[in-house]
T-cell receptor, first 113, second 114 residues
Framework: GESVGLHLPTLSVQEGDNSIINCAYSNSASDYFIWYKQESGKGPQFIIDIRSNMDKRQGQRVTVLLNKTVKHLSLQIAATQPGDSAVYFCAEMEFGGADGLTFGKGTHLIIQP | GAGVSQSPRYKVAKRGQDVALRCDPISGHVSLFWYQQALGQGPEFLTYFQNEAQLDKSGLPSDRFFAERPEGSVSTLKIQRTQQEDSAVYLC????????????FGPGTRLTVT
C-alpha cells in the first residue's frame, strides 16, 4: 500500500548548526503535509504544515519544502538547539480520501553539544 | 489555552479485561481522531469523528475496538477482551474544523496488557 517514509532513522547535528530532515512519500494524490515533533513520553507536537499547492512555507526557525515532482518533503531547522532533540514525523493526507493522517516512522534528531 | 487531555496516562490491564480510554479535545474543536502508536513507530489512524458522528472507523483493528463521542466533545475509546497485541500508546487529536487540518495531539494513554 502507499505510505510515507523517512530516509534516515537517526540524524546527529552540532548545536547551532542547521538540521535538515527528509521524508519521501508515495501517494501522489496527497494534498496536505504536516511535520510533528515528539519528545519521549509526550504526544506529537504540531510544527508546521503545507498544502500541495505550495512548495515552501516558513515558520519560526523552521522551513518546510515540498517537491511534488519527486514526492519529497523536508524540514529545515535553523540554529539547532538542545530542545530540538526529539523524533520528527512527517504525515500526509489526501483530501477526500481516508480521514486520518498517514505517518512515517520518524527520524530521531540528536543534538551534539 | 488548554490543549487535548487524555486519561488515564497509563493503564495496565490483564489479558481479557475491558478498558476505556478518555479524550477531552480542545474546546470547540469539531474533529476528533484516535491513533494507535506502537513502540518506535509512527501513529496509525483508528477512527474519526466530526462532532458526534463517527465518519470513519476503517482503522479500528478488530470488532473489540469501539469508540464514541455522544455529545460531540469528550470521546471514549473502548477495547474489549484486551490482548497483548493491543499494548501501545493511544493518542487522541482534535482539529478546529472538519477535514483534519492542523491536528493537535494529547499526551496519549500508554496501555500495557499483561
Amino acid at each position: 500500500g502507499e505510505s510515507v517514509g523517512l530516509h534516515l532513522p537517526t540524524l546527529s547535528v552540532q548545536e547551532g548548526d542547521n538540521s535538515i530532515i527528509n521524508c519521501a512519500y508515495s501517494n501522489s494524490a496527497s494534498d496536505y503535509f504536516i511535520w510533528y515533533k515528539q519528545e519521549s513520553g509526550k504526544g506529537p507536537q504540531f510544527i508546521i504544515d503545507i498544502r500541495s499547492n505550495m512548495d515552501k512555507r516558513q515558520g519560526q526557525r523552521v522551513t518546510v519544502l515540498l517537491n511534488k515532482t519527486v514526492k519529497h518533503l523536508s524540514l529545515q531547522i535553523a540554529a539547532t538547539q538542545p530542545g530540538d532533540s526529539a523524533v520528527y514525523f512527517c504525515a500526509e493526507m489526501e483530501f477526500g480520501g481516508a480521514d486520518g493522517l498517514t505517518f512515517g516512522k520518524g527520524t530521531h534528531l540528536i543534538i551534539q553539544p | 489555552g488548554a490543549g487535548v487531555s487524555q486519561s488515564p496516562r497509563y493503564k495496565v490491564a490483564k489479558r481479557g479485561q475491558d478498558v476505556a480510554l478518555r479524550c477531552d479535545p480542545i474546546s470547540g474543536h469539531v474533529s476528533l481522531f484516535w491513533y494507535q502508536q506502537a513502540l518506535g513507530q509512527g501513529p496509525e489512524f483508528l477512527t474519526y469523528f466530526q462532532n458526534e458522528a463517527q465518519l470513519d472507523k476503517s482503522g479500528l483493528p478488530s470488532d473489540r475496538f469501539f469508540a464514541e463521542r455522544p455529545e460531540g466533545s469528550v470521546s471514549t475509546l473502548k477495547i474489549q477482551r484486551t490482548q497483548q497485541e493491543d499494548s501501545a500508546v493511544y493518542l487522541c487529536a482534535s482539529s478546529v474544523g472538519a477535514g483534519g487540518l492542523e491536528q493537535y495531539f494529547g499526551p496519549g494513554t500508554r496501555l500495557t496488557v499483561t
